[in-house]
């Protein structure tokens, strides 16, 4: 049940007040507050709740406002922030209040998302209109309700079908909507057959913009906890790699971003600059990371968060297992047993065995009429390596190399090309004489064998899931390039894999094919 008052935080559930310049007051937000939610959107599952007292601009953009009362009409109290916010967060309910209407608007799809979005604006505690439906029980549609009921099942326990279901008078996102009509003068600029373009619009560095304001010298806080941010040029807030250094050894955000943190001795953290490890060989650190972070890994076989049912097959130096949140069907990654941030670090005795895996999987994506692209996104600070394996139907095998260096282009680069010779495991050798283990660095090995590499600046802005929109584009499914769009529920995930490991075990290298 949810009123007009403001809550907090909790579970599956985010709030917001209204925007102040300080943390003072109740009720209120910051624009930490709202980089922290920011940050909320960029984590996995689905968000079920969002609670705000301002409305979000433009919620009633593409809805049937004919019996909305007059006050959806009324600018004021309106929040662009919110907006914002709603639509990267992309929850399920999005209810607020401070305009004093009640207002249920139809549900609304979300860019790249399954699920629907409702909103409800709540109107005030005790106004006029309610009182006068406990005199007419039949004038419900003039209420104006302060309170609204709903019982929702949390995402987490859905089906994907029950996610995936669209009420029949679902619109479109009114924030996409926006976008639009903002961006009309610049669309009919596009070739009507630019079906390309379109799809990588996002890419062209040309059409990002600096956005100043007062979060230019603070710090972005998903950048300097995770490593990147989905925002990139766009982000109003610093991303600064000392910063996240010292976020990984333990120093408090609020220390590094103000000076100061207001939990004092509460504070689980460090609110001292770290000098440990300043003389370190880059070799010594990376050795440090693997031994204190493998316990918690995901992709580490020994740890307690690995999901052991996504396995496929285990070799002596690497396993095979399904993508979480797979691209396409049968997207599997190839991933080192060693906690090792890339595969380019690992010995080189272990590429043998990766070739044969490599090989394995050709032969089996080909008696499926299918190619397949493997590639690599390698940063500072990758947890632990894997290298990705999508396949992709024979016909649109040819225009692979054509799309990523479109893509390339749009963000302003050329990639570097490796021709084996039909010898994978000297593109590997090619590789390594190119990447310093310092940098960052992607590649993508095309079906023909070709390399396509970029080592990327400590300045560029690189998207983190790069390779995955860009066959998410060739593959005209645009929609499922964030793998949290795609996730399945256990049951179906052990499914796909018991499928998986009939048709890999002819070609399983662990199983002594002679590949």
């Known amino acids: 049940m949810a009123s007009s008052s403001a809550p907090t935080s909790t579970g599956s559930r985010a709030a917001a007040g209204s925007p102040s310049t300080d943390a003072g007051g109740y009720g209120v937000y910051t624009e ?23 409305w979000p601009s433009g919620v009633s953009n593409g809805a049937d406002t004919s019996n909305a009362p007059p006050g959806v009409s009324d600018p ?42 409702r909103f409800i604006g709540l109107a005030a505690v005790g106004n006029k209109e309610k009182q006068a439906l406990y005199n007419c029980l039949y004038a419900v549609h003039a209420s104006q309700k302060f309170i609204h009921a709903i019982s929702p099942t949390p995402a987490s326990m859905m089906s994907t079908a029950e996610i995936r279901t669209r009420p029949p008078n679902t619109t479109l996102s009114p924030y996409m909507l926006a976008e639009k009509t903002s961006h009309a003068r610049e669309a009919t600029k596009r070739p009507a057959n630019s079906d390309i373009d379109t799809q990588y619009w996002r890419f062209d560095v040309s059409k990002r913009q600096k956005q100043g304001g007062a979060g230019g010298d603070k710090l972005c806080f998903k950048f300097t906890s995770s490593g990147s941010c989905s925002r990139g040029e766009k982000c109003n807030y610093r991303h600064d790699a000392d910063a996240r250094d010292q976020y990984l050894r333990n120093v408090c955000f609020d220390f590094l971003n103000k000076g100061k943190c207001e939990r004092g001795p509460d504070c689980n953290f460090n609110h001292s600059l770290s000098e440990e490890g300043a003389s370190f060989s880059q070799n010594a650190r990376s050795h440090s990371d693997r ?111 054509r799309i990523f260096n479109l893509a390339a282009k749009k963000l302003g680069f050329e990639f570097a090309v490796v021709n084996p010779d039909d010898d994978s495991s000297e593109g590997r050798k090619l590789l390594r004489s190119q990447f310093d283990g310092k940098s960052s660095i992607f590649y993508v090995e095309l079906p023909e064998g070709t390399i396509l590499s970029h080592l990327v600046d400590d300045k560029e802005k690189f998207p983190v899931q790069f390779g995955r929109e860009v066959l998410a584009g060739l593959l005209s499914v645009p929609e499922r390039a964030d793998w949290k769009n795609c996730k399945l529920n256990k049951d179906e995930e052990v499914q796909i894999v018991e499928s998986f490991k009939k048709g890999f075990g002819d070609y399983d290298p662990a199983k002594g094919f002679p590949s």
């Open 32 to 54: 930490d507050d709202v980089d922290a939610l920011r940050a909320l959107a960029e984590e996995p599952g689905i968000v079920d709740m969002f609670l705000t007292n301002e």
């Open 291 to 401: 031994r204190s972070s493998g316990k918690n890994c995901w992709f580490c076989l020994s740890s307690p968060n690995v999901e052991s049912h996504l396995v496929i097959s285990i070799g002596e130096s690497y396993y095979c297992t399904l993508a979480k949140g797979a691209l396409v069907q049968n997207h599997v990654l190839l991933v080192p047993i060693e906690h090792c941030p890339n595969t380019l670090m690992m010995p080189s005795e272990t590429d043998m065995e990766l070739a044969k895996y490599k090989n394995a999987l050709n032969m089996y994506y080909k008696n499926q009429a299918n190619e397949v692209v493997f590639f690599e996104w390698i940063f500072q600070h990758s947890p632990h390596a894997n290298l990705q394996a999508v396949p992709i139907p024979l016909s649109k095998a040819s225009n692979v190399q």
């Open 76 to 117: 004021s109290a309106y929040d662009s922030i919110v907006s914002e916010l709603v639509a990267e967060i992309k929850p399920r309910y999005h209810i607020a209040g401070t305009k004093g209407v009640y207002y249920a608007r139809e549900p609304y799809c979300n860019k790249e998302a399954e699920h629907v979005t």
